[in-house]
Protein backbone atom coordinates (compact mmCIF):
# COMPACT_ATOMS: atom_id res chain seq x y z
CA UNK A 1 0.00 0.00 0.00
CA UNK A 2 1.33 3.41 -1.20
CA UNK A 3 0.32 6.21 1.19
CA UNK A 4 0.43 9.55 -1.01
CA UNK A 5 -0.08 12.80 1.58
CA UNK A 6 -1.36 15.94 0.59
CA UNK A 7 -1.58 19.43 2.32
CA UNK A 8 -5.22 19.67 1.74
CA UNK A 9 -8.24 18.50 -0.42
CA UNK A 10 -7.53 20.68 -3.24
CA UNK A 11 -3.95 19.40 -4.06
CA UNK A 12 -5.35 15.66 -2.77
CA UNK A 13 -7.84 16.19 -5.72
CA UNK A 14 -5.44 17.85 -8.64
CA UNK A 15 -3.20 15.15 -8.16
CA UNK A 16 -5.57 12.33 -7.79
CA UNK A 17 -7.57 13.57 -11.24
CA UNK A 18 -3.59 13.41 -12.92
CA UNK A 19 -3.33 10.09 -12.04
CA UNK A 20 -6.61 9.24 -12.68
CA UNK A 21 -6.80 10.68 -16.25
CA UNK A 22 -3.34 9.00 -17.13
CA UNK A 23 -4.48 5.47 -16.19
CA UNK A 24 -7.20 5.84 -18.41
CA UNK A 25 -5.75 7.45 -21.79
CA UNK A 26 -3.29 4.77 -21.10
CA UNK A 27 -6.50 1.99 -20.92
CA UNK A 28 -8.01 3.45 -23.59
CA UNK A 29 -4.47 3.66 -26.32
CA UNK A 30 -3.73 0.06 -24.92
CA UNK A 31 -7.72 -1.49 -25.22
CA UNK A 32 -9.45 0.89 -26.74
CA UNK A 33 -11.51 1.16 -23.70
CA UNK A 34 -11.15 2.49 -19.89
CA UNK A 35 -13.31 0.68 -16.78
CA UNK A 36 -13.43 3.13 -13.57
CA UNK A 37 -15.22 2.05 -10.32
CA UNK A 38 -16.12 5.04 -8.06
CA UNK A 39 -17.73 5.39 -4.51
CA UNK A 40 -20.46 7.68 -2.94
CA UNK A 41 -20.63 9.41 -0.51
CA UNK A 42 -19.20 13.45 0.47
CA UNK A 43 -15.39 12.73 -0.54
CA UNK A 44 -15.25 12.21 -4.15
CA UNK A 45 -17.54 15.33 -5.09
CA UNK A 46 -15.07 17.62 -5.87
CA UNK A 47 -12.84 14.73 -7.23
CA UNK A 48 -15.74 14.08 -9.78
CA UNK A 49 -16.33 18.07 -10.78
CA UNK A 50 -12.27 17.96 -11.98
CA UNK A 51 -12.64 14.70 -13.63
CA UNK A 52 -15.60 16.26 -15.49
CA UNK A 53 -13.35 19.53 -16.27
CA UNK A 54 -11.31 17.04 -17.66
CA UNK A 55 -10.93 16.81 -21.68
CA UNK A 56 -10.42 13.17 -22.63
CA UNK A 57 -12.55 10.10 -24.52
CA UNK A 58 -14.55 9.86 -22.22
CA UNK A 59 -16.77 7.79 -24.96
CA UNK A 60 -14.62 4.92 -24.27
CA UNK A 61 -14.35 5.54 -20.45
CA UNK A 62 -17.31 2.95 -18.62
CA UNK A 63 -17.96 4.11 -15.51
CA UNK A 64 -20.36 2.50 -12.48
CA UNK A 65 -20.43 2.49 -8.49
CA UNK A 66 -19.00 0.09 -6.22
CA UNK A 67 -22.12 0.23 -4.02
CA UNK A 68 -25.27 2.03 -3.94
CA UNK A 69 -28.01 2.37 -1.83
CA UNK A 70 -30.97 0.75 -3.31
CA UNK A 71 -32.99 3.85 -4.61
CA UNK A 72 -34.26 5.04 -7.00
CA UNK A 73 -31.80 6.89 -9.44
CA UNK A 74 -33.33 10.57 -8.84
CA UNK A 75 -33.38 10.02 -4.94
CA UNK A 76 -31.27 12.61 -2.72
CA UNK A 77 -29.53 9.98 -1.29
CA UNK A 78 -28.71 7.98 -4.63
CA UNK A 79 -25.02 7.79 -5.16
CA UNK A 80 -25.64 7.23 -8.81
CA UNK A 81 -27.76 10.60 -8.40
CA UNK A 82 -24.35 11.95 -7.25
CA UNK A 83 -22.36 10.70 -10.09
CA UNK A 84 -24.74 11.59 -12.70
CA UNK A 85 -24.95 15.38 -10.97
CA UNK A 86 -21.30 15.77 -10.33
CA UNK A 87 -19.44 13.64 -12.11
CA UNK A 88 -20.85 12.76 -15.60
CA UNK A 89 -21.08 16.51 -16.86
CA UNK A 90 -19.60 18.91 -18.96
CA UNK A 91 -16.07 16.69 -20.94
CA UNK A 92 -17.90 13.40 -19.02
CA UNK A 93 -21.29 13.85 -19.71
CA UNK A 94 -20.19 11.20 -22.99
CA UNK A 95 -18.73 8.28 -20.17
CA UNK A 96 -21.14 5.11 -20.28
CA UNK A 97 -22.22 4.76 -16.82
CA UNK A 98 -24.13 1.54 -15.48
CA UNK A 99 -26.32 1.74 -12.84
CA UNK A 100 -26.08 -0.72 -9.81
CA UNK A 101 -30.19 -0.30 -9.60
CA UNK A 102 -33.27 -2.18 -10.90
CA UNK A 103 -36.31 -1.66 -10.07
CA UNK A 104 -37.88 -4.38 -7.87
CA UNK A 105 -39.28 -5.63 -4.31
CA UNK A 106 -36.16 -4.77 -2.85
CA UNK A 107 -32.29 -5.06 -3.10
CA UNK A 108 -32.09 -8.44 -2.53
CA UNK A 109 -34.81 -9.52 -5.94
CA UNK A 110 -32.85 -6.50 -7.76
CA UNK A 111 -29.50 -8.79 -7.68
CA UNK A 112 -29.81 -11.11 -11.03
CA UNK A 113 -30.85 -8.10 -13.28
CA UNK A 114 -28.32 -5.95 -12.03
CA UNK A 115 -25.40 -8.83 -12.08
CA UNK A 116 -26.73 -9.53 -15.71
CA UNK A 117 -25.30 -6.18 -16.23
CA UNK A 118 -21.73 -6.57 -14.68
CA UNK A 119 -21.00 -10.20 -16.28
CA UNK A 120 -18.86 -8.88 -18.74
CA UNK A 121 -17.25 -6.24 -17.79
CA UNK A 122 -12.99 -6.97 -17.85
CA UNK A 123 -10.77 -5.94 -15.50
CA UNK A 124 -11.62 -2.69 -14.22
CA UNK A 125 -8.36 0.18 -14.65
CA UNK A 126 -9.22 1.88 -11.53
CA UNK A 127 -11.08 1.64 -8.59
CA UNK A 128 -11.82 4.41 -6.20
CA UNK A 129 -13.12 3.22 -2.51
CA UNK A 130 -13.86 5.12 0.47
CA UNK A 131 -14.22 4.35 4.01
CA UNK A 132 -16.30 4.93 6.67
CA UNK A 133 -15.12 5.34 10.46
CA UNK A 134 -15.93 1.34 10.87
CA UNK A 135 -13.94 0.71 8.47
CA UNK A 136 -16.77 -0.66 5.69
CA UNK A 137 -15.98 -0.29 2.32
CA UNK A 138 -18.09 0.02 -0.38
CA UNK A 139 -21.06 -1.02 1.36
CA UNK A 140 -19.49 -4.17 2.78
CA UNK A 141 -20.56 -3.20 6.35
CA UNK A 142 -18.43 -4.64 9.54
CA UNK A 143 -22.50 -5.28 10.78
CA UNK A 144 -24.12 -6.73 8.04
CA UNK A 145 -24.94 -10.18 7.86
CA UNK A 146 -24.01 -10.58 4.21
CA UNK A 147 -20.50 -9.21 4.70
CA UNK A 148 -18.83 -13.02 5.19
CA UNK A 149 -20.20 -13.93 1.67
CA UNK A 150 -19.14 -10.69 0.34
CA UNK A 151 -15.63 -11.03 1.06
CA UNK A 152 -15.57 -14.43 0.60
CA UNK A 153 -13.14 -14.95 -2.12
CA UNK A 154 -15.43 -16.97 -4.26
CA UNK A 155 -18.56 -14.49 -3.87
CA UNK A 156 -20.54 -13.39 -6.25
CA UNK A 157 -19.94 -10.22 -8.84
CA UNK A 158 -22.37 -8.23 -6.99
CA UNK A 159 -24.46 -8.32 -3.64
CA UNK A 160 -27.30 -6.99 -1.52
CA UNK A 161 -26.46 -6.12 2.08
CA UNK A 162 -28.21 -4.81 4.83
CA UNK A 163 -26.60 -2.88 7.28
CA UNK A 164 -27.85 -1.66 10.71
CA UNK A 165 -25.46 0.83 10.81
CA UNK A 166 -26.69 2.71 8.37
CA UNK A 167 -29.75 3.25 6.12
CA UNK A 168 -31.05 1.73 3.52
CA UNK A 169 -30.63 -1.65 1.70
CA UNK A 170 -27.43 -1.88 -0.34
CA UNK A 171 -26.40 -2.99 -3.60
CA UNK A 172 -22.11 -3.83 -3.58
CA UNK A 173 -19.77 -5.18 -5.53
CA UNK A 174 -17.68 -8.11 -3.86
CA UNK A 175 -14.54 -7.96 -2.26
CA UNK A 176 -13.29 -10.15 -5.03
CA UNK A 177 -14.51 -8.53 -8.13
CA UNK A 178 -13.45 -4.96 -6.90
CA UNK A 179 -10.00 -6.98 -6.80
CA UNK A 180 -9.98 -7.91 -10.40
CA UNK A 181 -8.49 -4.17 -11.03
CA UNK A 182 -5.33 -2.94 -11.72
CA UNK A 183 -5.20 0.12 -9.36
CA UNK A 184 -7.12 0.31 -6.51
CA UNK A 185 -7.37 3.75 -4.59
CA UNK A 186 -8.82 5.02 -1.15
CA UNK A 187 -9.97 8.26 -0.91
CA UNK A 188 -9.44 9.50 2.40
CA UNK A 189 -10.16 13.74 4.04
CA UNK A 190 -9.98 14.11 7.37
CA UNK A 191 -7.57 13.35 10.36
CA UNK A 192 -10.77 11.13 11.65
CA UNK A 193 -9.79 8.73 8.63
CA UNK A 194 -6.29 8.65 8.89
CA UNK A 195 -7.15 7.39 12.43
CA UNK A 196 -9.59 4.72 11.00
CA UNK A 197 -7.00 3.71 8.59
CA UNK A 198 -3.95 3.09 11.63
CA UNK A 199 -6.45 1.41 13.23
CA UNK A 200 -7.17 -0.87 10.47
CA UNK A 201 -3.36 -1.32 10.08
CA UNK A 202 -3.04 -2.42 13.22
CA UNK A 203 -4.43 -5.75 13.16
CA UNK A 204 -5.85 -8.19 10.87
CA UNK A 205 -9.72 -9.00 11.26
CA UNK A 206 -11.06 -8.23 8.23
CA UNK A 207 -14.58 -9.01 8.58
CA UNK A 208 -14.45 -6.08 11.96
CA UNK A 209 -12.88 -3.88 9.16
CA UNK A 210 -13.91 -4.88 5.85
CA UNK A 211 -11.42 -2.42 4.38
CA UNK A 212 -8.28 -4.39 6.27
CA UNK A 213 -8.82 -7.30 3.01
CA UNK A 214 -8.06 -4.49 0.49
CA UNK A 215 -5.12 -2.59 2.47
CA UNK A 216 -3.26 -6.14 3.22
CA UNK A 217 -3.67 -7.88 0.02
CA UNK A 218 -0.80 -7.47 -2.44
CA UNK A 219 -1.76 -8.67 -5.75
CA UNK A 220 -3.28 -5.30 -6.83
CA UNK A 221 -1.14 -1.72 -6.40
CA UNK A 222 -3.34 0.60 -3.36
CA UNK A 223 -2.79 4.33 -3.02
CA UNK A 224 -4.06 5.88 0.01
CA UNK A 225 -4.53 9.46 -1.18
CA UNK A 226 -5.06 11.43 1.97
CA UNK A 227 -5.14 15.11 3.06
CA UNK A 228 -6.25 16.16 6.38
CA UNK A 229 -8.79 18.49 5.34
C1 LIG B 1 -21.63 5.08 0.37
C2 LIG B 1 -20.19 4.83 -0.02
C3 LIG B 1 -19.42 4.50 1.23
C4 LIG B 1 -18.49 5.68 1.43
C5 LIG B 1 -17.96 5.72 2.83
C6 LIG B 1 -17.26 7.06 3.07
O1 LIG B 1 -22.54 4.56 -0.26
O2 LIG B 1 -21.79 5.88 1.31
O3 LIG B 1 -19.99 4.01 -1.03
O4 LIG B 1 -18.70 3.30 1.20
O5 LIG B 1 -17.42 5.58 0.50
O6 LIG B 1 -19.04 5.58 3.73
O7 LIG B 1 -18.24 8.08 2.94
P1 LIG B 1 -17.83 9.63 3.08
O8 LIG B 1 -16.99 9.95 1.88
O9 LIG B 1 -19.15 10.35 3.06
O10 LIG B 1 -17.07 9.77 4.39
Not at 32 to 52: D, E, H, I, N
Not at 56 to 77: F, M, N, S
Given at each position: ?42 T ?79 T ?28 A ?68 P ?8
Amino acid sequence: MQLQQFVNSDALNDAFAAQLVTILEQAIAERGAAYLVVSGGRTPQVLFAKLADTPLAWEKVTVLLADDRYLPPDAEHSNERLVRNTLLQRHAASARFISLYAAADDAYAAVPVIANRLSALPTFDAVILGMGEDGHTASLFPCCAELAAGMADNAPVVLATSPTTAPYQRITLSKARLLQSRQLFLHLVGSNKLAVLEQAQADTDQLAMPIRAFLQQTAVPMAVMYSPS
